[in-house]
């Protein structure tokens, strides 16, 4: 069995901690404030196809360096990584494999530069996930999980025997998961409607659902993930012909009062992924080369409107 260290005990990494857990590994879970005194009193409170359950996962607010992971799990938002991976500095000598499973396309270069002797993997999840008074509710599609490296090489041996190792220790946790050569085009396909359908929603005053009902906003969407599609291009990374049909006739599907994660941080006034989805674009533009008007446009609307965007 393995020893596990999670960073963030919010919606996935409380649900990824009860399934580890679970299926015998040594599992920490890091959690801070009042839901770590939640955690300590009733444990994991994880809602699953109906039926709740309590599940008993060791927490801490600290790693122990005595005692270095075999694999840590990244499962903070993207604007808490430098704080989460400041939690794992005192294992910086050791060598374990972190996976990042953050939206946006950053955090695992950003991992990568703090912790160099870690094997990084991206990830993404699939699957619906929701921390809710407390109880973490799965559900939806079973969860899944695909992972790899960065980066446009092989790594090395030892970094692929300690890949293999992470993805079957979830397989048989019972969250199924592929490994990939090169982790970024299916960053960037996340990130292309992340970024775009959660900011442009908003940026209308309109639910994620209501979108596509809406011409002017509908337009705009669509340019929006056509520049993504462009950057994403001229940075070297091949995306999909149909991804953006394909995303289009998801959101289609939406009910018309769905919200997005963004949006919903954003019109709370609570702090967003913003700057690493939405935000990012005009950065990712810069570095291409090209021009992102319809972001910008985004942009200056949710400004117009009052939103929190730092």
């Given at each position: 069995?393995s020893?596990?260290?999670i960073?963030?005990a919010?919606?996935?990494?409380?649900?990824?901690?009860?399934?580890?857990?679970?299926?015998?590994?040594?599992?920490?879970?890091?959690a801070?404030g009042?839901?770590?005194?939640a955690l300590r009193?009733?444990?994991?409170?994880?809602?699953?196809g109906?039926?709740?359950?309590?599940?008993?996962?060791?927490?801490?607010?600290?790693c122990?360096?005595?005692?270095?992971p075999?694999h840590?799990?990244?499962?903070?938002k993207?604007?808490?990584?430098e704080?989460a991976?400041?939690?794992?500095?005192?294992?910086?000598?050791?060598?374990?494999?972190?996976?990042?499973?953050?939206?946006?396309?950053?955090?695992?270069?950003?991992?990568?530069?703090?912790l160099?002797?870690a094997?990084?993997?991206?990830?993404?999840?699939?699957?619906?996930?929701e921390?809710?008074?407390?109880?973490?509710?799965?559900t939806g599609?079973?969860?899944?999980?695909?992972a790899g490296p960065?980066?446009?090489r092989?790594?090395?041996?030892a970094?692929?025997?300690a890949?293999?190792i992470?993805?079957?220790?979830?397989?048989?946790?019972?969250?199924?998961?592929?490994l990939?050569?090169?982790?970024?085009?299916?960053?960037?396909?996340?990130?292309?409607?992340?970024?775009t359908?959660?900011?442009v929603?908003p940026?209308?005053?309109?639910?994620v659902?209501?979108?596509?009902?809406?011409?002017?906003?509908?337009a705009?969407?669509?340019?929006a993930?056509?520049?993504?599609?462009?950057?994403?291009?001229?940075?070297?990374i091949e995306?999909?012909?149909?991804?953006i049909?394909?995303?289009l006739?998801f959101?289609g599907?939406?009910?018309?009062?769905?919200?997005?994660?963004?949006?919903?941080d954003?019109?709370?006034g609570?702090?967003s992924?913003?700057?690493?989805?939405?935000g990012?674009?005009?950065?990712f533009?810069?570095?291409?080369?090209l021009?992102?008007?319809?972001a910008?446009?985004?942009?200056?609307?949710l400004?117009?409107?009052?939103?929190?965007l730092?």
């Open positions: 069995m020893r596990f260290v960073i963030g919010g919606a996935i990494g409380s649900f990824l901690s009860t399934r580890l857990h679970n299926a015998g590994h040594e599992v920490l879970l890091i801070r009042a839901r770590l005194e009193n009733t444990g994991v409170l994880l809602s699953e109906g039926a709740e359950r309590q599940v008993r996962v060791p927490v801490s607010a600290a122990d360096p005595a005692t270095p075999d840590a799990i990244l499962a903070t993207t604007f808490q990584i704080s991976l400041a939690l794992l500095e005192p294992l910086r000598g050791s060598r374990f494999t972190l996976l990042t499973v953050q939206n946006g396309v950053e955090a695992p270069g950003i991992a990568q530069a703090a160099p002797r094997v990084v993997l991206g990830a993404r999840m699939h699957g619906f996930f921390l809710e008074d407390g109880i973490v509710r799965h599609v079973p969860a899944t999980l695909l960065v980066a446009d092989a790594t090395d041996p970094a692929g025997q890949s293999a992470l993805a079957g220790d979830l397989i048989a946790a019972g969250v199924p998961t592929t990939t050569g090169d982790m970024r085009p299916a960053l960037w396909d996340k990130f292309l409607m992340a970024a359908i959660g900011a929603a940026a209308f005053g309109l639910k659902g209501q979108v596509l009902g809406h011409p002017q906003a509908s705009l969407l669509r340019e993930m056509a520049e993504v599609e462009r950057i994403a291009a001229a940075l070297g995306l999909p012909p149909d991804c049909y394909e995303k006739d959101i599907r939406f009910p018309p009062d769905v919200t997005s994660s963004l949006q919903r954003l019109e709370s609570r702090p992924e913003f700057a690493h989805l939405t990012a674009i005009p950065r533009a810069r570095q291409a080369g021009p992102c008007s319809a910008d446009d985004v942009i200056a609307r400004r117009a409107r009052g939103l929190r730092d």
